[in-house]
C-alpha cells in the first residue's frame, strides 16, 4: 500500500466521519479504562481481571434480561451494582492483603481473571450469548453527511456521564476529599482519620462497577462470550498508562488513542493502526514515562 | 542455619536434579514422552529466564514471548529454507501470497549456522534496545510489565498483518526436522531430549553463578531499592538492561528449541496467555529459586496434560485458585514452602559466622 | 524409606554408566518404537483420535464437531460397526492452545495408536499438527472449509475449498443485487485466498471490486471499515470475517444503519449458530454459502436432524454445515477403512493405506445429509455442491440457490504455476513432483 494510494483517495467528508468515529472509539476505549483508572489511581492495584469484571458486567445483565425479563436501560445500572458487589468481595477477601506488594496484586488478579473466566464458562457454557436491546438503539442519525449511530451516542453520553459524576464524587464530596488524601499520602491522611481501608475498598468496589457498566454496553456492540473480557484489558491498561493514572490523564489519553485509531485505520487498514498505536504508546512513555498528568504524589 | 540456604547443599540439588533429569531416556522407551518432557525443557528455560528478570532483577516481564517467539521465527525461517532447493527456492506460502523472490530478510536464513546466529541475536538485540530505552527512562514495576505487554502485543500484530513474509496466523511449519550437515535431530530422539536438557544445565549453572557474582548482587540490591543503589553511583540503567536481556537470550534459546521439537511457530507463541503463563510457571515453583522456577514448569505444564484430561472444566479453575492461594499465602512459591519446611530442621552451626554473615550478603526477598 | 533410598541410589549410578555408553540409543528411529505392530486387530475396537477444542476460544465450533462425532460412531456402531468391529473414539481436549493441539496430535498417535485423527477447525492448528501427521505418515481428517494451496498424502477433507465455495455465491448476488461489491475479511489466511477466488467469479460476473478490508482477528470495533463502506457504496458485501468479530460485524452493520435489503451481506461463515449469537433480527436478511444448511428438505437431512437434536449429543439444539461435514467425515472414513480392509485385509491396515484406498469414495444421498458427495482421486478433497441460503427472521436459512451439480475441489485452482495437487504429491508444471507441501 503506497502512501500515494491512501492520500490520493482523500476525502475531507469521510475525514470528518472518521474524526467523529475516532470521538466514539475514544469513548469505548475510556469506558473500558476508567475502572482501572480508579482502582489502580487510588490503590496502585494492578488489576488484571479488569477485563473479566467486563465480562461479568455483560454477563449480569444478559441474565437480568432473560431470566428476570429486566428492560435493557435497567440492566446498566444493575451490572453497575452486581459487578460492584463482585469487587467488594474480591477486595475483602484477597486485594486487600496485598496492598504493599503491587507486582503481587497483579498476579493475584490474573489468577482471579481465570477463575472468573472459567467459572462463567462453567455457568452459562461457551457459546455466545446476547443482548437485546429497544429497536430505537439499532438505528443512526444522519446529519447531511456525518452519519453516527444511536447506540454509540448512547455510550458516548453514558461515559460522559460517568466521567462528570466521577469527577463530582472526587472533587465536590467529602468521600472524594479522603480517596484524594488516601492518594496522596496514606499515613498523613490516616494520622488526620481517614479510614484508608475502607477508602480502598470503596473505590475497588467502584471501579469493578464501572467495569460491570461498560460490560453491559459491549455486550451489545458486540458479543457476550466468557474471553471477552481479554480484548479489552490490555488496551484499558494502556489509556490509564498513558493517562498517568489520573482521571483527566485517562480522558485525554482515551481521546486521543480513540481518535488516532480511527485516523489511522481510515488512511492505511485497522491492524496495521492498532501496531502503529502500540509503538506510539511505547515511544510516548520513553519520554514521558509518568505518563501525561501523573499525581503529584510519591512514586510508586 | 538453615540447609535451604547451604551453598553445597544447593549445588549437590542442582546436580542430583539434572542427573536424575539426563537418566530418563534409560527408563523411557517412549517417544512421544520424551518429546513431550523435550518440550518442558523447553519450558523450564522459559521459568528460568523469569526467575532471573523477575525474582532476581524485580523487573516483571509480561512480555517473555517476544524474545522467545522472535527466536522461534528464527529457527523456523532457517529449518524451512533448509527444506529449500534449487528448484524450488521459496517457501510454499509465499507462493500463494504472490510473492516470487524470497524477501531479503529470509537470505541469511539459507545458511543454517547464520541463521540459528541470527534467531538469537536478533531478539537479544531487541530486548537491549527496549530495554535500554525503558530503563533509562525510568520505567519501572507495574509500568514496566504493562509496557512489555504492549510491545507482545504489537509484535503479535504485526507478525499477524505481514502475510507473505511470515504466513499470518498458519504460522510456519518447516516440513522436516533440523539438520546440521547430514545429520537430522531427530524431535523424539533422546538426543534432542539431552540437548534441550544440556541448554537448560548450561543456563541454570550459569544463572545461578551470574546472581552470586557482584553484577549479581547489584542487580538484587536494585531490586531492592533501585534508589539507593543509584545514590551510590551504579548505573541502575545499565543492570536493568543487562539482565532483561540476558532473560531475553535464553528466552530465544528456548525459541529455537521449541521450534526443533515441534517443528511449528505461529502468532501463539506471541499470545498474552503464553506469556503470563510462563510468570505463573515461576511464580507457582517459586521465582526466587532458579530450579524452583524449573519444576514450576515442569509442574504446571505436566499437570495441565495430565490433570487438565481428567479436570477437563474445572482445570482453568483449579489453576487459577491454585495460583491466588499462592501469590496470597506464598509469594516466594513451592521452594519459599521448602525453604520455611527446612527452616523447621536448622543444621547444627558449624563455622557459623562464614555461614551467616555469607547469608547476609543476599538481599532477601520481599523488600 | 531406606529401601527407597537404595534403590534411587542404584538408579542413579546406573544412569550416570547408561548416559556415558548411551550412544547406541542414538540410532534408535520411531520406526522401530512402533512399526511392527498392525493398527487394527482382529474383534478388537478400531481407536481413532478426536482432536477437538473442548474448552477456550475455540470451543464454540468444536466443541459441536466432538459430539455430532459421537453420534456418528454411535450410529455406526448400532448398524455393525466397520467390517464388524466398533469404532472407539479417543477424546482429547486441545484446549483452544495450538501447542496443545501438536501435543495432543503426537500423544494420539505414539501413545494411543489411533488409526485416524479427526480434528482442527482453524487452518492455523491444522498447520501446527501437520507436520507431525506427516513425519508419522498418519491421517487427518479435517472436515470444514479451508484455503486450499496444501497437498499432502496426510489428509482427507470434507468441507469445501475456497475454489469451491464462493463459486456461485459471488455471480449470484451479482445478478441479484447489483456488479459492486466490498470484501471485508479476518486478517490471516483462509479470507485473503478465498478473497483471491472471489475475485475470479466476481471478474466472470463483470461485477467490480470496490475495496478489500481485513479487521484484525478478534477485533470488535467495525467503524473504521463500516464507514469506508458507506462512501464506497457497494450493492452488496462479501464477508469472510470469522468467529466473534463476526458477530460484532453483523450487529454493527445494522447499528450504523445499513440495510440489509439494499446491501446484504454475502458470507461463507454466518450460519446457525452465528445468527442465534447475535440474534435473529441482525442476521435475518443475509447470505451464506455453504454445502449445507439445516433446513435442506430431503428425508436423509430431516433423519439426521432429528435423530442427531433427540440424541444425547444433541443438546446445543442446532445442526449446522460444520457439523455436518464432520459427521460426513465418520463416513468417509468407515468406508475407506472397508475399501482397505477389502485391498490388504486387516493385517494391512495402516493409516496411509486408509487414505489411498479413500480415492472416490462416495457417501450417497441415503446417508449424507447434504447429498451425494465423493472424495477426488487426486487431491483427496470433496466433491460436493456449495448452495446459498438467506437468512429469515426465525433464524432459520431459506435456501434459494443450489448447484446443479458438484463442483470438483482444486486446491491449487489459482496457482497453476506452482502445480497440480495429484494423489502421489504436488506436479508442477515442469513435471517435478515434490511429495507434501504445506
Given at each position: 500500500m503506497a502512501?500515494?494510494?491512501?492520500?490520493?483517495?482523500?476525502?475531507?467528508s469521510a475525514?470528518i466521519n472518521?474524526?467523529?468515529?475516532?470521538?466514539?472509539?475514544?469513548?469505548?476505549?475510556?469506558?473500558a479504562a476508567?475502572?482501572?483508572t480508579?482502582?489502580y489511581?487510588t490503590?496502585?492495584?494492578?488489576?488484571?481481571a479488569?477485563?473479566?469484571?467486563?465480562?461479568l458486567?455483560?454477563?449480569s445483565?444478559y441474565m437480568?434480561?432473560?431470566?428476570f425479563?429486566?428492560?435493557?436501560l435497567?440492566?446498566?445500572?444493575?451490572?453497575?451494582?452486581i459487578?460492584a458487589?463482585?469487587g467488594l468481595v474480591?477486595?475483602?477477601?484477597?486485594?486487600?492483603?496485598l496492598y504493599?506488594?503491587?507486582l503481587d496484586t497483579?498476579?493475584?488478579?490474573?489468577?482471579?481473571s481465570?477463575v472468573?473466566m472459567q467459572?462463567?464458562?462453567?455457568?452459562?457454557?461457551s457459546?455466545?450469548?446476547?443482548l437485546?436491546?429497544p429497536?430505537i438503539?439499532?438505528?443512526?442519525?444522519?446529519?447531511?453527511?456525518?452519519?453516527?449511530?444511536?447506540?454509540?451516542?448512547?455510550?458516548?453520553?453514558?461515559?460522559?456521564?460517568a466521567?462528570v459524576?466521577?469527577?463530582a464524587?472526587?472533587?465536590?464530596t467529602?468521600?472524594?476529599?479522603?480517596v484524594?488524601a488516601?492518594?496522596?499520602?496514606k499515613e498523613?491522611?490516616?494520622?488526620?482519620?481517614?479510614n484508608?481501608?475502607?477508602v480502598?475498598?470503596l473505590?475497588?468496589a467502584?471501579?469493578?462497577?464501572l467495569?460491570?457498566l461498560?460490560g453491559?454496553l459491549?455486550?451489545?456492540?458486540?458479543?457476550?462470550?466468557?474471553?471477552m473480557g481479554?480484548?479489552y484489558?490490555?488496551?484499558?491498561?494502556?489509556?490509564v498508562?498513558?493517562?498517568?493514572?489520573?482521571?483527566?490523564g485517562?480522558v485525554?489519553a482515551?481521546?486521543?488513542t480513540?481518535?488516532?485509531?480511527?485516523?489511522?485505520?481510515?488512511?492505511?487498514n485497522?491492524?496495521?493502526?492498532?501496531f502503529?498505536?502500540?509503538?506510539?504508546?511505547?515511544?510516548f512513555?520513553r519520554?514521558?514515562?509518568q505518563?501525561?498528568?501523573?499525581p503529584?504524589?510519591t512514586?510508586? | 542455619m538453615n540447609?535451604?540456604?547451604?551453598?553445597?547443599?544447593?549445588?549437590?540439588?542442582?546436580?542430583?536434579?539434572?542427573?536424575?533429569l539426563?537418566?530418563?531416556?534409560m527408563?523411557?522407551?517412549?517417544?512421544?514422552?520424551?518429546?513431550?518432557?523435550?518440550?518442558?525443557?523447553?519450558?523450564g528455560?522459559l521459568?528460568?529466564?523469569i526467575?532471573l528478570?523477575?525474582?532476581?532483577?524485580?523487573?516483571l516481564?509480561l512480555?517473555?514471548?517476544?524474545?522467545?517467539?522472535?527466536?522461534?521465527?528464527?529457527?523456523?525461517?532457517?529449518?524451512q529454507?533448509?527444506?529449500?532447493?534449487a528448484?524450488?527456492?521459496?517457501p510454499?506460502f509465499m507462493l500463494?501470497?504472490s510473492?516470487?523472490h524470497?524477501?531479503?530478510?529470509?537470505?541469511?536464513?539459507?545458511?543454517?549456522?547464520?541463521?540459528?546466529i541470527l534467531?538469537?541475536?536478533?531478539?537479544?538485540l531487541?530486548?537491549?534496545?527496549?530495554?535500554g530505552?525503558?530503563?533509562?527512562a525510568?520505567?519501572?514495576g507495574?509500568?514496566f510489565?504493562?509496557?512489555t505487554?504492549?510491545m507482545?502485543s504489537a509484535?503479535y500484530t504485526l507478525i499477524?498483518?505481514?502475510?507473505?513474509?511470515?504466513?499470518?496466523?498458519?504460522?510456519?511449519?518447516p516440513?522436516?526436522?533440523?539438520k546440521?550437515g547430514?545429520?537430522?535431530i531427530?524431535?523424539?530422539?533422546p538426543?534432542?531430549y539431552?540437548?534441550v536438557?544440556?541448554?537448560?544445565a548450561?543456563?541454570t549453572?550459569?544463572?545461578r553463578?551470574?546472581?552470586r557474582?557482584?553484577f549479581?548482587l547489584?542487580?538484587?540490591a536494585?531490586?531492592?531499592?533501585?534508589e539507593?543503589v543509584?545514590?551510590?553511583?551504579?548505573?541502575v540503567?545499565?543492570?536493568?538492561t543487562?539482565?532483561?536481556t540476558?532473560?531475553?537470550?535464553?528466552?530465544?534459546?528456548?525459541?529455537c528449541?521449541?521450534?526443533a521439537l515441534?517443528?511449528?511457530?505461529?502468532p501463539?507463541?506471541?499470545?498474552?496467555t503464553?506469556s503470563?503463563?510462563m510468570?505463573i510457571?515461576?511464580?507457582?515453583?517459586?521465582r526466587?529459586?532458579?530450579?524452583g522456577?524449573?519444576?514450576?514448569?515442569f509442574?504446571?505444564?505436566?499437570?495441565?496434560?495430565?490433570?487438565?484430561?481428567?479436570?477437563?472444566?474445572?482445570w482453568l479453575l483449579?489453576?487459577?485458585?491454585?495460583f491466588?492461594?499462592?501469590?496470597?499465602?506464598?509469594?516466594k512459591?513451592?521452594?519459599?514452602?521448602?525453604?520455611?519446611?527446612?527452616?523447621?530442621?536448622?543444621?547444627?552451626?558449624?563455622?557459623?559466622s562464614?555461614?551467616?554473615?555469607?547469608?547476609?550478603?543476599y538481599?532477601?526477598?520481599?523488600? | 524409606?531406606?529401601?527407597s533410598?537404595r534403590?534411587?541410589?542404584?538408579?542413579?549410578?546406573?544412569?550416570?554408566?547408561?548416559a556415558?555408553a548411551?550412544?547406541?540409543?542414538?540410532?534408535?528411529?520411531?520406526?522401530?518404537?512402533?512399526?511392527?505392530?498392525s493398527?487394527?486387530k482382529?474383534?478388537?475396537?478400531?481407536?481413532?483420535g478426536?482432536?477437538?477444542s473442548?474448552s477456550?476460544?475455540?470451543?464454540?465450533?468444536?466443541?459441536?464437531s466432538?459430539?455430532v462425532?459421537?453420534?456418528a460412531?454411535?450410529?455406526?456402531?448400532?448398524?455393525g460397526?466397520?467390517?464388524?468391529?466398533?469404532?472407539?473414539p479417543?477424546?482429547?481436549d486441545?484446549?483452544s492452545?495450538?501447542?496443545?493441539?501438536?501435543?495432543?496430535?503426537?500423544?494420539?498417535?505414539l501413545r494411543?495408536?489411533v488409526?485416524?485423527?479427526?480434528g482442527?477447525y482453524?487452518s492455523a492448528?491444522?498447520?501446527a499438527?501437520?507436520p507431525?501427521?506427516?513425519a508419522q505418515d498418519h491421517?487427518?481428517?479435517y472436515?470444514?472449509c479451508y484455503?486450499?494451496?496444501e497437498?499432502t498424502?496426510?489428509?482427507?477433507?470434507?468441507g469445501?475449498?475456497?475454489?469451491?465455495?464462493?463459486?456461485d455465491l459471488?455471480p449470484?448476488?451479482?445478478e441479484q443485487?447489483?456488479?459492486?461489491v466490498f470484501?471485508?475479511?479476518s486478517n490471516?489466511v483462509?479470507?485473503k485466498?478465498s478473497?483471491?477466488?472471489a475475485?475470479?467469479w466476481?471478474?466472470?460476473?463483470?461485477?467490480?471490486?470496490l475495496?478489500e478490508?481485513?479487521i484484525?482477528?478478534?477485533?470488535?470495533?467495525?467503524?473504521?471499515?463500516?464507514?469506508k463502506?458507506?462512501?464506497a457504496k457497494?450493492n452488496?458485501?462479501?464477508?469472510?470475517?470469522?468467529?466473534a468479530?463476526?458477530?460484532a460485524?453483523?450487529?454493527q452493520?445494522?447499528?450504523?444503519?445499513?440495510?440489509?435489503?439494499?446491501?446484504p451481506?454475502?458470507s461463507?461463515?454466518?450460519?446457525?449458530?452465528?445468527?442465534?449469537?447475535?440474534?435473529?433480527?441482525f442476521?435475518?436478511?443475509?447470505?451464506l454459502?455453504a454445502p449445507y444448511?439445516?433446513?435442506l428438505?430431503n428425508?436423509t437431512?430431516?433423519?439426521?436432524?432429528?435423530g442427531?437434536?433427540?440424541?444425547?449429543?444433541g443438546?446445543n439444539?442446532?445442526?449446522?454445515?460444520?457439523?455436518?461435514?464432520?459427521?460426513?467425515?465418520?463416513?468417509?472414513?468407515?468406508y475407506?477403512?472397508e475399501n482397505t480392509?477389502?485391498a490388504?485385509?486387516?493385517e494391512g491396515?495402516?493409516p496411509?493405506?486408509?487414505?489411498d484406498?479413500s480415492?472416490?469414495?462416495r457417501?450417497e444421498?441415503?446417508?449424507?445429509?447434504?447429498?451425494?458427495i465423493?472424495i477426488?482421486?487426486?487431491?483427496?478433497?470433496?466433491?460436493?455442491k456449495?448452495?446459498?441460503?438467506q437468512?429469515?427472521?426465525?433464524g432459520?436459512?431459506k435456501?434459494v440457490?443450489?448447484?446443479?451439480e458438484?463442483?470438483?475441489?482444486?486446491?491449487y485452482?489459482?496457482y497453476?504455476?506452482i502445480?497440480?495437487?495429484?494423489?502421489?504429491?504436488?506436479?508442477?508444471?515442469?513435471?517435478k513432483?515434490?511429495?507434501?507441501?504445506?
Amino acid at each position: 500500500m503506497a502512501a500515494g494510494s491512501f492520500f490520493g483517495s482523500f476525502d475531507p467528508s469521510a475525514f470528518i466521519n472518521a474524526l467523529i468515529l475516532g470521538i466514539s472509539i475514544a469513548s469505548i476505549w475510556l469506558i473500558a479504562a476508567l475502572g482501572l483508572t480508579i482502582i489502580y489511581g487510588t490503590a496502585g492495584v494492578i488489576n488484571m481481571a479488569h477485563g473479566e469484571f467486563i465480562m461479568l458486567g455483560a454477563y449480569s445483565s444478559y441474565m437480568l434480561q432473560n431470566y428476570f425479563g429486566l428492560p435493557f436501560l435497567l440492566c446498566v445500572p444493575a451490572a453497575f451494582v452486581i459487578v460492584a458487589a463482585v469487587g467488594l468481595v474480591l477486595e475483602r477477601g484477597l486485594i486487600r492483603y496485598l496492598y504493599k506488594r503491587p507486582l503481587d496484586t497483579l498476579l493475584a488478579t490474573f489468577g482471579v481473571s481465570l477463575v472468573l473466566m472459567q467459572g462463567v464458562r462453567l455457568i452459562f457454557g461457551s457459546d455466545p450469548k446476547y443482548l437485546a436491546v429497544p429497536s430505537i438503539f439499532t438505528s443512526n442519525f444522519q446529519l447531511g453527511f456525518v452519519n453516527i449511530s444511536a447506540f454509540r451516542v448512547i455510550v458516548l453520553a453514558i461515559t460522559i456521564a460517568a466521567v462528570v459524576a466521577l469527577w463530582a464524587l472526587f472533587y465536590r464530596t467529602r468521600f472524594g476529599v479522603q480517596v484524594r488524601a488516601v492518594m496522596q499520602d496514606k499515613e498523613m491522611a490516616a494520622s488526620f482519620g481517614i479510614n484508608s481501608d475502607r477508602v480502598y475498598m470503596l473505590t475497588f468496589a467502584l471501579g469493578a462497577g464501572l467495569a460491570g457498566l461498560a460490560g453491559s454496553l459491549f455486550g451489545v456492540l458486540n458479543i457476550v462470550l466468557p474471553t471477552m473480557g481479554m480484548g479489552y484489558v490490555v488496551q484499558a491498561f494502556l489509556v490509564v498508562v498513558v493517562g498517568g493514572g489520573t482521571l483527566i490523564g485517562s480522558v485525554v489519553a482515551g481521546g486521543a488513542t480513540g481518535e488516532l485509531q480511527s485516523i489511522f485505520a481510515y488512511f492505511t487498514n485497522d491492524t496495521f493502526a492498532r501496531f502503529v498505536l502500540y509503538v506510539l504508546i511505547v515511544v510516548f512513555l520513553r519520554v514521558r514515562p509518568q505518563g501525561l498528568f501523573a499525581p503529584s504524589a510519591t512514586r510508586r | 542455619m538453615n540447609i535451604y540456604h547451604n551453598a553445597t547443599a544447593q549445588w549437590l540439588a542442582y546436580g542430583v536434579f539434572f542427573v536424575l533429569l539426563a537418566v530418563v531416556p534409560m527408563f523411557v522407551d517412549d517417544s512421544f514422552l520424551l518429546n513431550q518432557f523435550a518440550t518442558y525443557g523447553v519450558f523450564g528455560l522459559l521459568a528460568l529466564s523469569i526467575s532471573l528478570c523477575w525474582g532476581f532483577g524485580g523487573i516483571l516481564n509480561l512480555g517473555q514471548g517476544i524474545p522467545f517467539g522472535l527466536g522461534a521465527y528464527g529457527m523456523a525461517m532457517t529449518m524451512q529454507m533448509q527444506s529449500q532447493d534449487a528448484s524450488n527456492p521459496i517457501p510454499p506460502f509465499m507462493l500463494n501470497n504472490s510473492l516470487d523472490h524470497l524477501p531479503w530478510f529470509w537470505e541469511p536464513f539459507r545458511h543454517t549456522a547464520l541463521g540459528i546466529i541470527l534467531a538469537l541475536v536478533v531478539p537479544t538485540l531487541f530486548c537491549a534496545i527496549f530495554g535500554g530505552l525503558m530503563f533509562r527512562a525510568r520505567v519501572s514495576g507495574p509500568f514496566f510489565a504493562i509496557m512489555t505487554l504492549a510491545m507482545l502485543s504489537a509484535w503479535y500484530t504485526l507478525i499477524l498483518d505481514v502475510q507473505p513474509y511470515t504466513n499470518g496466523a498458519n504460522g510456519i511449519t518447516p516440513p522436516g526436522a533440523l539438520k546440521f550437515g547430514d545429520y537430522a535431530i531427530d524431535p523424539y530422539s533422546p538426543v534432542a531430549y539431552w540437548s534441550v536438557l544440556a541448554l537448560l544445565a548450561v543456563a541454570t549453572v550459569g544463572g545461578r553463578l551470574m546472581t552470586r557474582s557482584r553484577f549479581g548482587l547489584v542487580v538484587q540490591a536494585v531490586r531492592g531499592d533501585a534508589e539507593r543503589v543509584r545514590f551510590l553511583g551504579y548505573n541502575v540503567a545499565g543492570y536493568e538492561t543487562t539482565i532483561y536481556t540476558i532473560a531475553g537470550f535464553i528466552a530465544a534459546v528456548a525459541g529455537c528449541c521449541w521450534v526443533a521439537l515441534t517443528q511449528y511457530v505461529s502468532p501463539a507463541q506471541l499470545d498474552t496467555t503464553f506469556s503470563l503463563s510462563m510468570v505463573i510457571w515461576a511464580g507457582i515453583g517459586g521465582r526466587l529459586s532458579l530450579i524452583g522456577a524449573i519444576i514450576g514448569a515442569f509442574l504446571i505444564q505436566g499437570a495441565q496434560s495430565y490433570l487438565g484430561d481428567t479436570f477437563l472444566n474445572t482445570w482453568l479453575l483449579v489453576l487459577g485458585g491454585f495460583f491466588i492461594l499462592v501469590v496470597r499465602f506464598l509469594p516466594k512459591g513451592l521452594a519459599g514452602l521448602l525453604e520455611t519446611i527446612l527452616g523447621r530442621f536448622p543444621l547444627p552451626q558449624r563455622g557459623n559466622s562464614n555461614g551467616n554473615s555469607a547469608q547476609r550478603l543476599y538481599p532477601q526477598p520481599g523488600e | 524409606m531406606r529401601a527407597s533410598r537404595r534403590s534411587f541410589l542404584k538408579t542413579s549410578a546406573l544412569g550416570a554408566g547408561a548416559a556415558i555408553a548411551a550412544p547406541y540409543m542414538f540410532v534408535r528411529t520411531i520406526d522401530q518404537a512402533w512399526g511392527a505392530t498392525s493398527w487394527i486387530k482382529k474383534g478388537e475396537p478400531i481407536k481413532i483420535g478426536l482432536l477437538f477444542s473442548l474448552s477456550g476460544g475455540l470451543a464454540v465450533p468444536e466443541e459441536d464437531s466432538t459430539l455430532v462425532m459421537q453420534y456418528a460412531i454411535d450410529e455406526i456402531n448400532k448398524a455393525g460397526g466397520i467390517a464388524g468391529m466398533p469404532v472407539e473414539p479417543v477424546i482429547v481436549d486441545a484446549k483452544s492452545d495450538f501447542n496443545v493441539y501438536s501435543e495432543k496430535t503426537k500423544e494420539l498417535i505414539l501413545r494411543n495408536k489411533v488409526v485416524a485423527i479427526f480434528g482442527c477447525y482453524t487452518s492455523a492448528s491444522r498447520k501446527a499438527i501437520l507436520p507431525t501427521v506427516m513425519a508419522q505418515d498418519h491421517l487427518l481428517y479435517y472436515p470444514t472449509c479451508y484455503e486450499g494451496a496444501e497437498c499432502t498424502q496426510n489428509t482427507i477433507c470434507t468441507g469445501p475449498l475456497a475454489n469451491q465455495h464462493s463459486k456461485d455465491l459471488i455471480p449470484f448476488m451479482v445478478e441479484q443485487f447489483g456488479k459492486k461489491v466490498f470484501f471485508v475479511g479476518s486478517n490471516y489466511v483462509w479470507p485473503k485466498e478465498s478473497n483471491k477466488n472471489a475475485k475470479i467469479w466476481l471478474e466472470k460476473a463483470g461485477g467490480e471490486l470496490l475495496g478489500e478490508e481485513y479487521i484484525p482477528l478478534g477485533s470488535s470495533e467495525f467503524g473504521p471499515v463500516l464507514n469506508k463502506i458507506r462512501d464506497a457504496k457497494p450493492n452488496f458485501i462479501f464477508s469472510t470475517v470469522v468467529g466473534a468479530s463476526d458477530i460484532a460485524f453483523h450487529k454493527q452493520f445494522k447499528q450504523e444503519g445499513f440495510k440489509v435489503d439494499t446491501m446484504p451481506i454475502a458470507s461463507l461463515t454466518t450460519g446457525e449458530i452465528e445468527t442465534r449469537a447475535m440474534g435473529n433480527e441482525f442476521g435475518a436478511g443475509h447470505f451464506l454459502s455453504a454445502p449445507y444448511f439445516q433446513a435442506l428438505d430431503n428425508p436423509t437431512n430431516h433423519k439426521f436432524v432429528e435423530g442427531f437434536l433427540k440424541s444425547k449429543y444433541g443438546k446445543n439444539g442446532t445442526t449446522h454445515y460444520n457439523m455436518e461435514e464432520t459427521y460426513l467425515s465418520a463416513y468417509v472414513f468407515k468406508y475407506g477403512l472397508e475399501n482397505t480392509i477389502k485391498a490388504v485385509g486387516i493385517e494391512g491396515v495402516t493409516p496411509r493405506a486408509i487414505r489411498d484406498h479413500s480415492a472416490g469414495v462416495r457417501v450417497e444421498d441415503a446417508v449424507s445429509p447434504e447429498g451425494l458427495i465423493w472424495i477426488d482421486d487426486q487431491n483427496f478433497n470433496t466433491w460436493l455442491k456449495p448452495k446459498i441460503g438467506q437468512c429469515q427472521a426465525d433464524g432459520s436459512f431459506k435456501i434459494v440457490k443450489a448447484a446443479a451439480e458438484q463442483v470438483a475441489p482444486d486446491p491449487y485452482s489459482i496457482y497453476p504455476d506452482i502445480g497440480k495437487c495429484t494423489a502421489d504429491g504436488l506436479k508442477a508444471p515442469d513435471g517435478k513432483m515434490r511429495k507434501s507441501v504445506i
